[in-house]
């Protein structure tokens, strides 16, 4: 089962090429491998998926020796070699299910987030989320499930008292009517359940396919694979696949890695774009799976200016959820505030 929200897995190719012992003589790697066996161990790892060809990033292809040293959480960064292009299949199963556990070290915790309680308030929150962050219908939904905590309560209310209570989340009339127009769907069709089955799910008044896999991966803990803005973005930094349509993301990532994979890769890939990966100016400088990324240098390299981009609890801050789960706080992740604070 694949996801779609927009908010929201070796052996070289024996094709032509410099050898991959002679990318392990670069200067850089001889250096830093010198200096740390985890450096050596992922210097090794780029040496098996080396390049054929020539990788196609522009910018400066070895990571700084103290890269991440700095940056607290974060695992240090280590240096790279070239990109790893002209893959075999197997290589790139291999290096991107490396991806996935090196993000799974940085984010053990990581999670949905939208606070939820129940899969309503999932369906309901994952609606809102079009068009704004997560913070800010996390924001928003404590005063609506306050008022309205059921189906029947959300689908019996005053349309223009809801607007009021949406209005923050942006688009609030036509969220409006979404909610409500869904909320009546889930009584008078599913008895006020949220049902578990996408064909009963895509049925329901504004939920599509993507908000449908979000609340089945997430309150029913069906496997899907949740291709947002950030998701896009960072398999095709990556390069596990150069398709741009979603639907042929999905099934691209979803064929280098087991389904049972599917739910919690989707959360540390956008994770990692949320943090660290980001759109504009990711913090390769600070990026623990840097060694494996062949879009390093696409952000900012040095190790200090690249600290100052990461975001929520990688730079210090607090992160989308009001009510993270514990293992999040456990790990010196903060609360987001309310709305106002
Ligand atoms: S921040 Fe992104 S582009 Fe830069 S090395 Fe990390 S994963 Fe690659």
């Known amino acids: 089962m694949v996801v779609r929200r927009d908010s929201a897995v070796g052996e070289q190719n024996s094709g032509g090429g410099k050898k991959p012992a002679k990318e392990a003589k670069g200067a850089a790697v001889k250096k ?21 060809k020539k990788a196609p990033v ?15 959480g974060v695992p240090a960064a280590q240096p790279v070699a070239k990109p790893p292009t002209g893959e075999s299949h197997t290589a790139l199963v291999r290096r991107a299910r490396r991806i996935n ?28 989320s079009a068009q704004t962050t997560d913070l800010r219908v996390n924001q928003t939904t404590p005063a609506l499930f306050a008022k309205y905590p059921t189906p029947e309560d959300l689908a019996a209310a005053n349309p223009e008292e809801v607007e009021e209570i949406l209005r923050p989340t942006g688009f609030f009339r036509a969220k409006t009517k979404s909610v409500m127009g869904l909320s009546k769907a889930l009584v008078e069709q599913f008895g006020g359940e949220v049902p578990g089955r996408l064909e009963d799910l895509v049925k329901l008044p504004g939920v599509g396919r993507k908000t449908a896999f979000v609340v089945l991966g997430n309150a029913f803990g069906r496997p899907g694979i949740t291709v947002d803005t950030h998701f896009q973005r960072l398999v095709r930094r990556w390069q ?15 064929a280098l890695f087991p389904k049972s994979d599917w739910t919690d890769l989707s959360h540390h890939v956008i994770w990692h774009g949320r943090r660290i990966c980001h759109a ?10 840097a060694p494996l990324c062949p879009a390093y240098g696409e952000g900012e390299t040095d190790p200090e200016k690249a600290k100052k981009l990461l975001k929520y609890e990688k730079g210090g801050f607090p992160g989308q959820r009001l009510k993270p789960p514990q293992s999040y706080l456990d790990a010196g992740g903060k609360p987001a505030p309310p709305l106002g604070a």
């Not at 830093?32 to 080396?50: G, M, N, W």
């Not at 070895?62 to 607290?72: E, G, H, L, R, W």
């Not at 090196?102 to 990581?110: K, M, R």
């Not at 504009?280 to 799976?289: M, Y």
């Open 101 to 128: 556990r090196e993000l799974a070290d940085v984010y053990p915790y990581a999670h949905p987030e939208l606070d939820f309680d129940n899969p309503f308030q999932l369906v309901i929150a994952t609606v809102l």
């Open 58 to 72: 522009k910018k400066a292809t070895v990571a700084p020796k103290k890269a991440t040293a700095a940056v607290k």
């Open 240 to 254: 596990w696949t150069d398709q741009t349509d979603p639907d042929k993301i999905e099934a691209a990532v979803g």
């Open 280 to 289: 504009r100016k990711p913090a390769c400088g600070a990026c623990p799976i």
């Open 32 to 52: 830093a491998a010198a200096k740390k066996t985890a450096v050596k161990k992922a210097s090794s790892a780029v040496k098996k998926s080396a390049p054929a």
